[in-house]
């Protein structure tokens, strides 16, 4: 009996390591096997925070909650409540619910119970409607909220409460995020692990794993960048790739204008073959933003008014007379916020009042130097003019973008005459720091290919488990 098992165990052996052999000496099928081990560990731990995050204790969520239901009540554009207010009109239940705890954010020593969370089930969508305000992310397009409407409104259809809709609401999202961020890193020829430590951040997961629009944003930027860096090869031959291109930068877009510089970034990738294509994609991307823009923010954004505290037209017009002011506040806010903003951009969960373990945010700095080396030991750069082109629109674009959403905060937040930016939170950075991945090498170095690929197999085991864990047990501590 012995020898029959000890001959199975070699067997098996010898059949894992031909299989990892094969893996390791083939690129495609190893981005697919990359892909799906960063799945295989994020996947789960989605689903953990997914309950063990109370409602409505991720940053806004409980605005993300009612905008989703709205969308997926058909109401794609939301309604003017008052000069200082915009939202729609839901069922009571549904905005009873979404307010029921208030009491535990910005509140760390406050625990919650199972039982607090069941008594929630009291709270149903067939309730009178009521006018329902929620101006910052009713200015926000459907498209990133179509997964977690479609969960809510499962959760109506078949008369569950509102909770119940919420808890289908984030698990739609999470399958939603897990399918683009692992088809992004399944055809990202370049930076695969940089994205890969960028994705499994435990303030990429808490967002994937609600309600907010942001998870499905970073993923599709995920995707949009793994996009780009085939711009030059055989994939960009095909119709389907412009079309799957253009459509994720008119989403991402529409619902961060901001990220408007990204619009251009194709033309520094595409070269002449290309670039009607990449004319084709900055155009129906920007006017898809202007679009949305005139016809489904104007009419409800309360922040574009000529008086108040908080007014973006006052900064706009003192920005238009002072143009050095705007690197003044950004960089006076970099160096004031700067530390907190990089925590907070790793992972500081809940409403910003959980922060995780401190040997989680060493480590994850050091995640981030391994996953560099082990792109620079993969690859090499080409030295060409038109590689240098590709890497100076790379970070112009990143500055740009950097500076758009600092702004952004400024003209929507931050009141008239105050010397920094307020409002800014480390999140707000995920998404287009993914864009880092352009600028690593493309240039597959073939005596290193093994080594890197070893290296990047047990870092895509290995980072996800750390991130996974400190996003747990931040969760556990902090609200249990």
Same mark, same amino acid.
């Given at each position: 009996?012995l020898p029959a098992?000890w001959?199975?165990e070699?067997c ?6 031909r299989?990892f ?6 690129e495609?099928a ?7 081990l960063?799945?295989?560990i ?8 997914v309950f063990?995050?109370p409602p409505?204790q ?9 905008r989703?239901a709205?969308?997926g ?11 200082w207010?915009?939202g ?11 307010y029921?705890f208030n009491?535990i954010r910005?509140?760390?020593d406050r625990?919650i119970?199972v ?9 149903h969508?067939d309730?009178p409607?009521?006018?329902a305000?929620?101006?910052?992310t009713v200015?926000?397009?459907p498209?990133?909220?179509i997964p977690?409407?479609i969960?809510?409104?499962a959760?109506r259809l ?7 809709s ?5 698990l739609?999202?999470v399958?939603?995020?897990l399918?683009?961020g692992?088809?992004?890193l ?10 890969a430590?960028?994705l499994?951040?435990p ?7 609600s309600?907010?629009?942001?998870g499905?944003f970073?993923?599709s930027c995920?995707l949009?960048?793994?996009?780009m860096?085939?711009m030059?090869?055989p ?7 412009w079309?799957?291109?253009?459509a994720l930068?008119?989403?991402l877009?529409?619902s ?8 251009f970034?194709p033309f520094?990738?595409a070269?002449r ?6 004319s084709y994609?900055?155009?129906v991307?920007?006017?898809v933003?202007?679009?949305?823009s005139?016809?489904?923010m104007h ?5 574009s008014?000529?008086s ?6 006052r900064?706009?017009l003192r920005?238009?007379?002072h143009p050095?002011?705007?690197v003044?506040?950004i ?6 916020? &700067?530390? +907190? /903003?990089?925590?907070?951009? #790793?992972?500081?969960l809940?409403?910003l009042?959980?922060a =995780?373990p !401190?040997w ?5 700095s050091?995640a981030?130097?391994?996953?560099v080396?082990?792109?620079?030991i ?5 030295w060409?003019l ?5 890497r100076l629109g790379v970070l112009?674009?990143?500055?740009a973008?950097f500076c758009?959403?600092s702004?952004a905060?400024?003209m929507?937040w931050?009141?008239?005459?105050e010397s920094?930016?307020l409002?800014?939170q480390?999140?707000?950075?995920l &998404?287009f +720091? /993914?864009l880092?991945?352009? #600028?690593f090498?493309?240039?597959l170095r073939?005596?290193? =290919?093994? !080594?890197?690929?070893?290296v990047?197999?047990?870092?895509v085991?290995a980072?996800p488990?750390?991130?996974g864990?400190a996003?747990l047990?931040t ?6």
């Amino acid at each position: 009996m012995l020898p029959a098992l000890w001959g199975w165990e070699l067997c098996g052996g010898t059949m894992y390591r031909r299989f990892f052999a094969a893996v390791l000496s083939d690129e495609t099928a190893f981005r697919r096997l990359f892909a799906f081990l960063w799945a295989l560990i994020i996947g789960p731990v989605l689903v953990g925070m997914v309950f063990l995050t109370p409602p409505i204790q991720v940053p806004d969520e409980e605005h993300h909650f009612l905008r989703a239901a709205q969308i997926g009540e058909g109401h794609l554009i939301g309604d003017r409540l008052s000069p200082w207010n915009s939202g729609g009109t839901l069922p009571h239940g549904a905005v009873n619910f979404a307010y029921r705890f208030n009491d535990i954010r910005f509140h760390a020593d406050r625990k919650i119970t199972v039982g607090q969370v069941l008594n929630a089930r009291d709270d149903h969508w067939d309730t009178p409607r009521e006018q329902a305000p929620f101006p910052n992310t009713v200015i926000y397009a459907p498209f990133f909220y179509i997964p977690q409407a479609i969960g809510i409104d499962a959760g109506r259809l078949l008369h569950r409460s509102a909770l119940v809709s919420l808890y289908l609401g984030r698990l739609a999202s999470v399958l939603g995020c897990l399918t683009l961020g692992a088809l992004a890193l399944a055809i990202t020829n370049r930076g695969r692990m940089v994205m890969a430590v960028i994705l499994s951040l435990p303030m990429t997961l808490t967002l994937c794993a609600s309600c907010s629009q942001d998870g499905l944003f970073i993923t599709s930027c995920a995707l949009w960048v793994a996009l780009m860096t085939h711009m030059r090869g055989p994939m960009a031959e095909h119709r389907w790739y412009w079309v799957v291109l253009i459509a994720l930068m008119s989403a991402l877009l529409a619902s961060k204008p901001p990220y408007i510089m990204m619009a251009f970034l194709p033309f520094f990738f595409a070269g002449r073959k290309h670039w009607r294509f990449a004319s084709y994609a900055a155009a129906v991307s920007i006017g898809v933003m202007l679009l949305w823009s005139i016809y489904g923010m104007h009419p409800v954004d309360i922040t574009s008014g000529g008086s108040g505290a908080v007014s973006g037209k006052r900064q706009a017009l003192r920005l238009f007379h002072h143009p050095w002011v705007a690197v003044t506040l950004i960089v006076h806010t970099a160096v004031t916020f &700067g530390s +907190s /903003l990089y925590q907070q951009y #790793l992972g500081v969960l809940g409403w910003l009042d959980a922060a =995780a373990p !401190l040997w989680f945010y060493r480590s994850a700095s050091f995640a981030f130097a391994l996953s560099v080396i082990s792109a620079l030991i993969a690859r090499r750069y080409a030295w060409g003019l038109t590689d240098w082109i590709e890497r100076l629109g790379v970070l112009l674009v990143l500055l740009a973008t950097f500076c758009g959403v600092s702004l952004a905060l400024y003209m929507i937040w931050t009141p008239v005459g105050e010397s920094l930016i307020l409002g800014l939170q480390g999140r707000y950075y995920l &998404g287009f +720091s /993914l864009l880092f991945a352009l #600028l690593f090498p493309q240039i597959l170095r073939l005596r290193f =290919a093994v !080594l890197s690929r070893g290296v990047d197999a047990a870092l895509v085991i290995a980072v996800p488990c750390l991130c996974g864990v400190a996003a747990l047990e931040t969760l556990v501590l902090r609200y249990w």
